[in-house]
């Protein structure tokens, strides 16, 4: 296949723009290496510096309890007894029982006491296999800073517990002279457990950079740096590590500085010296203990790193990928215009008319949409007047059927103060003023009643919730009967009542008797459009049952029953069978019932008559119980 001069032209032009693009995107991903790494680096560096001051926090903290329990001790006079008389084999074994008990309560791993010679003459593990007792320490520094009469400090693996510990020595004084050394050893290893666990490596290193404290035990007696040869001497002398190898153990061999306070390491796997195991990066960051003579190393892996630099290496990538097609799709874009303007010079009139044209309908499609605005602004004024005449109209019809709802709900109590005025009147004529007093007070107590209705009602309009309580059923039976005795004896209805003594439901006191007096009087009602055989015959029977977390009070009469056909109707407002009702009674009925967190149903009884089941939550205790 023949390639002509101007397909070498283009395939030449394509190749140097494909290794243009090619150094562009490694360059600019170094550089978003670069930067994302180093800024990554200084974040962990920071939440670095404020970990390990906790750590560092936390072991301060561990070691400052056992401080000043040395000196305490010190102040015993059975030490210096037994420091003036150590043949004494009683003062010994007494001490050893003190020293046992001491170190137990403050959960030490080792309290003992030493001569001025350096020989302990009585420990806590006098007792245990390897007791201190009959031992010199007095090469290690702590009894050598005890017998300068300052507190010592020092840490160091046991020599006969092999146990790690932190020493305090503290003198023993008496009459101006040092007569030996009490020292408590506390555990360090139980604050290295503590540490386990957690997503960086700490470690502790002594003041010849030796760790003896850290979160990975293959590190455990390595030191930081390689150790000089009098360094590693003056160890062996102290027996600080016995039976240690400390030489070529040390652990930190490649690093990398990012700024003078951020140190990155690279430390292999393998705790074996000059291993080819894999090697890991770690971001090193340090801090004194300076009472200890201690520092403190916290190396945090660099997975996070790496992984954020994946993905904002993905993110650069994809922008970079999306630009270069936008770039190219915006070069074959431009090298069709300039294609298409090369080879129709001729159609240029053509266009210059057909923009023209789109001008002009431009022109009048702006003039269409205006008017098509105004046209909309003129519907959003006219749906904004509408809406406000619904919500007028929507205020006075809650306004209507809250005023009918107050006349239909004091009817009765009104009622009933008529009959009792009338009977007081009577009463007085007769000079029965007891009798007239009594009416009286029942008319003081429908008042209230009237009132307590009335703020129930407005509290409702308004939206507010009611206090609830645990209220009886008999109670506000017996308080719904006493409202409407008259109906009661005018129709001649027997109330027959099947209620438990303890059958309580929390609810509004109120708004329940309310319930029951307009199921009362309607039943009442109903059993008045009966032949005259029939009514000397009413009674309303009323059953409570416990469901389950409610309370079931049925009210069944004897009256004629609901017809079928209004049944599902009879709860709508305003529906109503008499000739002077409002039809609001049952409706508010159950409203309140719903409110309250129950509920209202109607139902004809298979023995015939009428059946409302209003259904009320029991007391919270009561259903615990």
């Given amino acids: 296949m023949l390639v002509t001069p101007i397909q070498k032209q283009v395939f030449s032009r394509h190749t140097i723009i494909s290794i243009f693009l090619v150094i562009l995107y490694l360059v600019l991903m170094w550089q978003i290496w670069?930067?994302?790494?180093?800024?990554?680096?200084?974040?962990?560096?920071?939440?670095?510096?404020?970990?390990?001051?906790?750590?560092?926090?936390?072991?301060?903290?561990?070691?400052?309890?056992?401080?000043?329990?040395?000196?305490?001790?010190?102040?015993?006079?059975?030490?210096?007894k037994l420091l003036q008389d150590p043949a004494n084999p009683q003062s010994i074994e007494t001490l050893n029982q003190y020293l046992g008990t001491i170190n137990s309560i403050a959960n030490a791993s080792d309290t003992y006491l030493m001569d001025a010679e350096g020989l302990t003459i009585a420990a806590s593990n006098w007792q245990s296999e390897r007791p201190f007792v009959g031992r010199n320490f007095s090469y290690r520094p702590y009894f050598q800073k005890a017998m300068q009469g300052e507190l010592g400090r020092y840490f160091a693996l046991g020599t006969t517990s092999k146990k790690r510990g932190y020493y305090f020595a503290y003198p023993v004084h008496h009459s101006g002279k040092i007569l030996g050394a009490v020292v408590i050893k506390v555990d360090i290893s139980r604050v290295e457990e503590n540490?386990?666990?957690?997503?960086?490596?700490?470690?502790?290193?002594?003041?010849?950079?030796?760790?003896?404290?850290?979160?990975?035990?293959?590190?455990?007696?390595?030191?930081?740096?390689?150790?000089?040869?009098?360094?590693?001497?003056?160890?062996?002398?102290?027996?600080?590590?016995?039976?240690?190898?400390?030489?070529?153990?040390?652990?930190?061999?490649?690093?990398?500085?990012?700024?003078?306070?951020?140190?990155?390491?690279?430390?292999?796997?393998?705790?074996?010296?000059?291993?080819?195991?894999?090697?890991?990066?770690?971001?090193?960051?340090?801090?004194?203990?300076?009472?200890?003579?201690?520092?403190?190393?916290?190396?945090?892996?660099?997975?996070?790193?790496?992984?954020?630099?994946?993905?904002?290496?993905?993110?650069?990538?994809?922008i970079f990928a999306a630009l270069v097609f936008l770039g190219m799709f915006i070069w074959q874009r431009r090298k069709r215009l300039l294609e298409r303007n090369r080879y129709e010079k001729q159609a240029?009139?053509?266009?210059?008319?057909?923009?023209?044209?789109?001008?002009?309908?431009?022109?009048?499609?702006?003039?269409?949409?205006?008017?098509?605005?105004?046209?909309?602004?003129?519907?959003?004024?006219?749906?904004?007047?509408?809406?406000?005449?619904?919500?007028?109209?929507?205020?006075?019809?809650?306004?209507?059927?809250?005023?009918?709802?107050?006349?239909?709900?004091?009817n009765q109590p009104l009622a009933a103060i008529r009959s009792y005025a009338d009977n007081a009147r009577l009463f007085l004529e007769k000079n029965r003023e007891s009798d007239a007093i009594g009416n009286l007070n029942q008319?003081?107590?429908?008042?209230?009643?009237?009132?307590?209705?009335?703020?129930?009602?407005?509290?409702?309009?308004?939206?507010?919730?009611?206090?609830?309580?645990?209220?009886?059923?008999?109670?506000?039976?017996?308080?719904?009967?006493?409202?409407?005795?008259?109906?009661?004896?005018?129709?001649?209805?027997?109330?027959?009542?099947?209620?438990?003594?303890?059958?309580?439901?929390?609810?509004?006191?109120?708004?329940?008797?309310?319930?029951?007096?307009?199921?009362?009087?309607?039943?009442?009602?109903?059993?008045?459009?009966?032949?005259?055989?029939?009514?000397?015959?009413?009674?309303?029977?009323?059953?409570?049952?416990?469901?389950?977390?409610?309370?079931?009070?049925?009210?069944?009469?004897?009256?004629p029953g609901i017809a079928q056909d209004i049944l599902e109707q009879i709860f709508s407002p305003f529906f109503t069978t008499r000739e002077a009702g409002l039809g609001l009674g049952l409706s508010i009925s159950r409203r309140i019932a719903t409110t309250m967190g129950g509920n209202l149903e109607a139902c004809n009884h298979p023995q015939g008559g009428a059946e409302f089941i209003l259904t009320l939550p029991r007391p919270q205790e009561s259903i615990d119980a």
């Fill in 348 to 410: 240029r009139e053509t266009l210059r008319k057909a923009h023209d044209l789109l001008e002009q309908r431009v022109r009048e499609r702006t003039q269409a949409l205006q008017h098509e605005i105004e046209e909309r602004r003129n519907t959003e004024v006219e749906l904004r007047q509408t809406q406000d005449q619904l919500i007028q109209s929507a205020k006075l019809a809650v306004i209507g059927q809250l005023s009918a709802g107050i006349s239909h709900e004091l």
């Fill in 34 to 80: 670069v930067w994302v790494k180093h800024q990554t680096i200084i974040k962990l560096a920071d939440d670095g510096h404020s970990r390990i001051n906790l750590y560092v926090t936390h072991l301060q903290g561990q070691l400052e309890k056992y401080k000043f329990l040395p000196e305490l001790i010190s102040t015993n006079q059975r030490l210096i």
């Fill in 443 to 559: 008319i003081a107590e429908l008042t209230e009643r009237m009132a307590q209705i009335n703020s129930q009602l407005k509290l409702f309009a308004r939206k507010k919730s009611s206090e609830y309580s645990s209220i009886s059923i008999v109670n506000a039976i017996e308080a719904s009967r006493r409202l409407l005795r008259p109906q009661f004896k005018k129709t001649n209805t027997e109330l027959q009542l099947n209620v438990p003594e303890q059958a309580n439901v929390w609810v509004n006191q109120v708004q329940l008797e309310q319930v029951l007096v307009n199921l009362f009087g309607n039943a009442m009602h109903a059993m008045e459009k009966q032949p005259d055989e029939a009514q000397s015959e009413c009674w309303i029977k009323v059953n409570v049952e416990q469901a389950g977390d409610n309370m079931s009070i049925k009210i069944h009469d004897n009256g």
């Fill in 195 to 318: 540490w386990q666990g957690r997503p960086e490596q700490v470690i502790v290193t002594d003041p010849d950079g030796i760790i003896f404290i850290t979160t990975n035990s293959k590190w455990r007696f390595r030191s930081i740096e390689p150790l000089k040869p009098d360094i590693l001497k003056r160890i062996q002398e102290s027996k600080r590590y016995p039976d240690t190898d400390l030489q070529h153990q040390h652990l930190l061999k490649k690093q990398e500085w990012v700024n003078d306070n951020i140190q990155l390491y690279k430390i292999a796997d393998n705790d074996q010296p000059n291993s080819k195991a894999p090697q890991r990066w770690y971001l090193h960051t340090q801090q004194s203990m300076p009472e200890a003579g201690w520092q403190f190393h916290l190396l945090t892996p660099l997975k996070l790193l790496y992984t954020q630099l994946l993905e904002v290496q993905a993110i650069a990538t994809l």
